[in-house]
Structures are given as C-alpha cells and as structure tokens.
C-alpha cells in the first residue's frame, strides 16, 4: 500500500456576510407584523402568538455570530424572508457548480497542482442540486479535468465520506489524485421564520485533493479511516420528485429541513466521543497524542461536549477543538474541513481528527498527521 494523502485544500464563501443582530432585526419585525395580522386568531386561540428572538438567545444557543449568505437583502427582507436564486437550465453553470469551481481552483494552488494532476472529481454535499446530470461531471467539465465524476449524499458528513471514497479508489488502483468537492449552499433550504433554526447555517463551499505519494509542501498523511450509520428520522428533509405526486400534499416549507434538536444533542454526543475513542484505542492510541479535532460544526456546545468526553478535560481550548462556526455558522458536511483549512497549523508528526457526523445518522472520522 502507497501511502495517500490530504494534499491541500481550498474555500469558497460568499461576499453577503448577517450578523445576529441584523437577523434578529429582520426576524422580529416579521413576528410583529405576524401578531398583528392575526391579533384575532391568536386571541381566539386558533393561532399561537409568534415569540421574538435576541442575539444573546441565537449566541447561547449556537455559538454562532456571524454567517456568509448567497442572498442577505432578500433573507433580510420581512416581506421575503428566503435568498431569492435563479432559474437553472442548462445555459449557465448551476450555483453548486460554480461555488465547486471557485473552491476547486484554491484546492489545486494549495496542492501545487493542475486538472491535468486530476484523474477523478467526487462531489458530497448534503442538499443535492439535482438528480443529474451529476454536479461532480458539470465541475469536472467545467474545469477540463479528464477521467470520471459522481455525486454522492450522506447528510452532514458527506465530506468525510467523500474523502473516504476517494481513499478507496485510489486504494484500489483506479487512479492518484482525486479532487473531493463539497458545495454547501444550505440558505435556500432554511425557513428564516423559525425562532429555533434560522440562525443556524450558512453558505460555501470546500474543495480537498486526496492524492498518492503526494509532494504536496501542505500534506497530511491519511493514517486511519472509520465510519458508522444508523437510522434515524431526528434530522431530516422531505424534498423530493415524490412531493409532486403525494397524496398528502405537504407545502414547500414542510419538507424543508427539520429537526428534533434535543434528542440530536443527546444521542449524537455520546456516540459520537465514544466512536472516536475506539478508534483511537484500536490504533493504540491516546487522546493526548491527537494535537488538534476539527469536528462537525453543527454548534459550539456540541463540539465542546464530545471534545471534553473525549479528552478527559472539563474545558478543552479552541486550539485543540476548533470552531469556524463563529465566523461561518453550520456549513452542514462541509464545516470540519473549513475548521482543517482555517487551523491547520500542526508541526510535522503532529496528528489530528477530522470528523463530521450528522444526518443518517452517520459519522466519519479520518486520523491524519501533518508531514
């Protein structure tokens, strides 16, 4: 077996950065003007009066201070409430494409590398863009880039699993070098008129190329891979070809992303810090030689809770658990490896855990070391 490596990796985000306060503005006078168009309902009963929202609350909750958008005037708007995208068609390049692009472009100058290195494009993400043509084919099109491309969905750990597939075929022969994509464009699935989940993601994209025998002066050496799923309905979208045909016809923002987020918290916590202790003890390995954890950033509780279960230690340093959340909000599969792209400064045999889990659920764990 040659040896396989991270050899570099690329961001893209949009321009549109929301503070809280400017969300909690927007989101309170929304509830106003519900509370007032409904004063009688909600007085007979027939309707719950809507709450308003604080940046202490949405901070406390999330950790969360600041998010990039595609579209902050729209989102922002009481009237509107959404990002307002185009139409896609065929005659331009599609949003995840062009997010893939940008951060692919990063990837391959981080690498030293061009498409003509490339000999395979792998695109995980959490909300598909469509069902095909694949996305990983338009962004390898795109970019001029020879050999194959698919697309692949495995909720908030898609990246990971992504990274894992391209360990696998390079593995198995079928090529060196393969470019994993990661496009996160999560504000159009958010209903921004949730008190409990408007707050919580934002938009971009990570590109990270998986390459053998890499020369790469920004190399991490792939040391161990372990994933796991089980069924569970406590996060989960409904979008689907099939709600065009449904019996029970649900509304567009019923089959948005929901979530049970105290049974998340309480279920995936604990799985999560024990899966990545038996990893570690199955290599022989403590949790003092693992220099830095960059985890899923679904909010900064929950990456405190299974760093601290992990190490032993009540209050573990954001140098050691990383937390792009602050800056990037939850970026659903693509959040660890932006938190690995942003803090990434290991000295030479230093290792580290990339980890993302999420819906399924499922969890991915890949043990690098920085060469």
Not at 107 to 126: C, E, F, R
Not at 310 to 334: H, M, R, W
């Amino acid at each position: 077996m040659q040896d396989i490596y991270i050899a570099g990796t690329g961001l893209w985000y949009p321009k549109d950065v929301i503070t809280n306060d400017e969300l909690v503005h927007s989101y309170n006078t929304y509830v106003d003007i519900f509370n007032s168009k409904y004063q009688k309902e909600i007085e007979s009963g027939s309707k719950q009066m809507m709450e308003h929202s604080s940046s202490e609350f949405i901070e406390k909750a999330s950790g969360i201070k600041t998010r990039y958008v595609l579209d902050k005037k729209n989102i922002l708007d009481p009237d509107v409430m959404m990002p307002l995208t185009r139409n896609e068609d065929r005659k331009s390049l599609s949003i995840l494409a062009e997010a893939g692009v940008n951060a692919s472009k990063k990837a391959m100058k981080n690498a030293g590398l061009t498409v003509d290195d490339i000999d395979a494009v792998i695109v995980g993400t959490s909300h598909a863009a469509r069902n095909f043509p694949a996305v990983a084919i338009e962004i390898q099109e795109e970019l001029g880039i020879n050999g194959y491309a698919y697309d692949m969905l495995v909720g908030c750990s898609s990246t990971t699993f992504a990274i894992n597939n391209a360990y696998s075929d390079i593995a198995a022969g079928t090529c060196k070098t393969i470019l994993v994509v990661n496009p996160e464009i999560t504000s159009p699935g958010v209903d921004f008129r949730e008190r409990d989940r408007h707050f919580i993601f934002g938009d971009g994209c990570v590109a990270t190329i998986v390459q053998k025998n890499s020369s790469s002066k920004n190399r991490f050496k792939i040391l161990d891979r372990k994933l796991l799923t089980k069924f569970s309905n406590n996060i989960r979208s409904d979008f689907s070809y099939l709600n065009r045909t449904a019996i029970d016809q649900k509304t567009k923002d019923e089959v948005l992303f929901t979530q049970n987020g105290r049974s998340v918290f309480k279920e995936v916590c604990p799985m999560v810090s024990k899966f990545i202790l038996d990893q570690l003890e199955s290599l022989s390995l403590k949790p003092e030689d693992i220099s830095k954890y960059w985890l899923h950033q679904a909010n900064i509780k929950m990456v405190k809770l299974i760093a601290s279960k992990i190490t032993g230690k009540q209050d573990v340093d954001e140098s050691i658990a990383t937390l792009s959340i602050k800056q990037f909000g939850n970026l659903a599969s693509a959040g660890s490896m932006f938190a690995f792209n942003l803090y990434n400064d290991l000295e030479i045999g230093e290792k580290g855990i990339i980890c993302s889990f999420g819906a399924g659920y499922s969890v991915a764990s890949i043990l690098v070391e920085k060469c």
